[in-house]
């Protein structure tokens, strides 16, 4: 079992920055694919970014260029540093695990773990 527990949401403005990061507990993440995802009210939930064992990172279009995804597995946590943040970001970015990811990274079914997520708010 992985436990994992997000942390750095908050309220920015547009063009600002925030870091999230992700913190595992249970297991090793070094040979889990982590992903994040992000929901906003009233859409269905979609991928951000994604990072894999071997180093691969991935990216949605709409956020490429401006996150960066990594890890850090001597402290068992994955972040995600968003620069440049519009209104359109806002949303519930959930981090997620797994270590076969069947349908792919970018595929929410192929994560098995997943945190509580964390808030962020863009202001315009």
């Known amino acids: 079992q992985v436990q994992l527990v997000e942390s750095g949401g908050g309220l920015v403005q547009a063009g600002g920055s925030l870091r999230l990061s992700c913190a595992a507990s249970g297991r090793t993440i070094s040979y889990y694919a982590m992903g994040w995802f992000r929901q906003a009210p009233g859409k269905e939930r979609e991928f951000v970014a994604a990072?894999?064992?071997?180093?691969?990172?991935y990216y949605a279009d709409s956020v490429k260029g401006r996150f960066t995804i990594s890890r850090d597995n001597a402290k068992n946590t994955v972040y995600l540093q968003m620069n440049s943040l519009k209104p359109e970001d806002t949303a519930a970015y959930c981090c997620?695990?797994?270590?076969?990811?069947?349908?792919?990274?970018?595929?929410?079914?192929?994560?098995?773990?997943w945190g509580q997520g964390t808030q962020v708010t863009v202001s315009s």
């Open positions: 997620a695990a797994d270590r076969q990811i069947a349908n792919g990274p970018r595929d929410a079914l192929s994560y098995d773990y």
């Open positions: 990072h894999n064992w071997r180093g691969d990172t």
